[in-house]
């Protein structure tokens, strides 16, 4: 069974700091969706990664995919307050055909 | 340009009554669609998918059920709502032959059963 694994769930951190929330799952893929929720909104697409090393940036977030290590990072550099919500990722397994999404990660960036 | 509708926004219903959400997509054809539901401060979980009219399938066996009567609408419904099926109801689309793609989600409707 895939298990699609966010760390931390939970993050709090301060204006103009850099974190990265990671996104580990546990069978082959080569695609790999990350997505943001308000409080209270519907999901909205940020990055769709479709090959190892794929790399896209969307102001101050960075994703990333190491389909060798299962592995996607998404970075925040120089945090700011409206950058709070929760950010899910989800994977398509390659023998498969549904997205299986992550718990979410829930950041909130404190002034 | 491509938008989903979701309806209604919001609903209360005491348990034990139907349940009937509907979604539907404009700009354009034959979309992959899929209801999820989030439970508060929950992930998703996805309930149902469709590739085609008339074709679905469900991810969890439960008291809801799903149609796709037409090309871009699908239809969520419970005969009898239980207290668990309080959540945070989404529709998505997709396209591309496989419902793997990159999916677009609705408003939501937050259905509250009492």
């Known amino acids: 069974e895939l298990k699609v694994e966010q760390n931390p769930l939970f993050l709090s951190m301060q204006e103009g700091k850099n974190y990265t929330i990671y996104c580990n799952y546990s069978?082959?893929?080569?695609?790999l969706y990350w997505y943001r929720q308000d409080p209270g909104k519907s999901l909205e697409s940020l990055f769709v990664?479709?090959?190892?090393?794929a790399v896209k940036q969307e102001g101050r977030l960075m994703a990333s995919l190491d389909t060798k290590a299962r592995l996607s990072t998404l970075h925040i550099t120089a945090a700011v307050h409206d950058l709070s919500a929760t950010y899910f990722c989800?994977?398509?397994?390659?023998?498969?055909?549904?997205?299986?999404f992550g718990k979410g990660t829930r950041l909130h960036i404190l002034p | 340009s491509q938008t989903i509708h979701q309806w209604p926004a919001t609903l209360v219903q005491p348990v034990g009554s139907p349940l009937s959400l509907e979604c539907t997509v404009e700009?354009?054809?034959?979309?992959?669609l899929y209801w999820y539901r989030q439970a508060a401060g929950r992930g998703l979980q996805l309930l149902f998918y469709?590739?085609?009219?008339?074709?679905i399938s469900s991810e969890v066996p439960q008291n809801l059920s799903a149609s796709r009567p037409q090309d871009r609408q699908f239809i969520l419904s419970s005969k009898k709502l239980l207290l668990s099926d309080s959540g945070f109801y989404l529709c998505?689309?997709?396209?591309?032959?496989?419902?793997?793609?990159?999916?677009?989600f609705g408003p939501g409707t937050r259905l509250l059963v009492l």
């Open positions: 998505a689309w997709s396209v591309g032959m496989r419902p793997g793609g990159t999916q677009y």
């Open positions: 069978t082959t893929s080569d695609r």
């Open positions: 990664l479709l090959s190892n090393g």
């Open positions: 989800a994977v398509v397994p390659n023998r498969d055909d549904k997205i299986i």
């Open positions: 700009g354009t054809s034959n979309p992959n």
């Open positions: 469709s590739i085609g009219i008339g074709q």
